[in-house]
C-alpha cells in the first residue's frame, strides 16, 4: 500500500489477556520499527528490524513483550499478559536505510490498547 | 535517562507570528537531528532534519537551527498557521545506532487564528 498500515486502530482488552498488534510497513522498506506513546508521555522505542539482521529488542519494557517480521514485510507485536501499564498508543514505522544517511521514517496511524 | 528534552511542553503564538521549538540532548554521539509533527489519531509525519555537519537547515516556513556546542536544536515557523496547530516531537540518532531514533516528549502547539 501507500502507506504503513496498523491494526487494529483501536483495542480493549482485560488485564491478562495476551495481544497482537499488527503492521503492515510500506513495500521495499527494509527497516520496521516499533514505538509506543503513553499518555502525555514522547514515543518510546521497542524494537527495530533491519533486513535480515537480528532484530533490536533493547527497548522491549519486560519478556511479556515480543515481536516477528515474516518475510521481511509485515510485523505483528505481541504483548502477553497484559496490564495496565500497557495502555498507550503503540506505533509502527518504516523506512528505506540509504547509504548517503538516515531517512525519515514513515509511521502508520498506530493502534490505540487500553488494558481494562 | 531522557537524552532528548523538550522542556517546553506547550507553545500558544499568534497567526502570523513566529513558533520557537527547542530540544536539547545529552548524548554527544548523536549526529543527525529530526523534527515530525504529529496531529491527534495520526502518526507523526516527517517535517524537516538537520546533520551535525551543518547548523541550519531551512524549508519553506520551517527552520531548525543547530548549535552542537550547547547540543541544543530549535525549529522555527514562521509565519505559523493555525494549521499548525499540532504535537511537534524532536529526535536525534546517530549511524551506529541503525537509525534508531530517539525521542523528546513533544511540545504542543496552539496558533490562534
Known amino acids: 500500500g501507500a502507506g504503513v498500515s496498523q491494526s487494529p486502530s483501536n483495542k480493549v482488552t482485560e488485564k491478562g489477556k495476551d495481544v497482537e498488534l499488527r503492521c503492515d510497513p510500506i513495500s521495499g522498506h527494509t527497516a520496521l520499527y516499533w514505538y509506543r506513546q503513553s499518555l502525555g508521555q514522547g514515543l518510546e522505542f521497542l524494537i527495530y528490524f533491519q533486513g535480515n539482521s537480528a532484530p533490536d529488542k533493547s527497548g522491549l519494557p519486560s519478556d511479556r513483550f515480543s515481536a516477528e517480521r515474516t518475510g521481511g514485510s509485515v510485523s505483528t507485536l505481541t504483548i502477553q499478559r497484559t496490564q495496565q501499564e500497557d495502555s498507550a498508543v503503540y506505533l509502527c514505522?518504516?523506512?528505506?536505510?540509504?547509504?548517503?544517511?538516515?531517512?525519515?521514517?514513515?509511521f502508520g496511524s498506530g493502534t490505540r490498547l487500553t488494558v481494562v | 535517562d531522557q537524552q532528548v528534552k523538550q522542556n517546553s511542553p506547550s507553545l500558544s503564538v499568534q497567526e502570523g507570528r513566529i513558533s520557537i521549538l527547542n530540544c536539547d540532548y545529552t548524548n554527544s554521539m548523536f549526529d543527525y537531528f529530526l523534527w515530525y509533527k504529529k496531529y491527534p489519531a495520526e502518526g507523526p509525519t516527517f517535517l524537516i532534519s538537520?546533520?551535525?555537519?551543518?547548523d541550519k537547515n531551512e524549508d519553506g516556513r520551517f527552520t531548525v537551527f543547530l548549535n552542537k556546542s550547547a547540543k541544543h536544536l530549535s525549529l522555527h515557523i514562521v509565519p505559523s498557521q493555525p494549521g499548525d496547530s499540532a504535537v511537534y516531537f524532536c529526535a536525534a540518532t546517530y549511524k551506529a545506532a541503525g537509525n534508531k531514533l530517539t525521542f523528546g516528549g513533544g511540545t504542543r502547539v496552539l496558533v490562534k487564528p
Open positions: 538537520i546533520s551535525s555537519i551543518k
Open positions: 514505522a518504516s523506512s528505506l536505510i540509504s547509504t548517503g544517511g538516515v531517512g525519515g521514517y514513515t
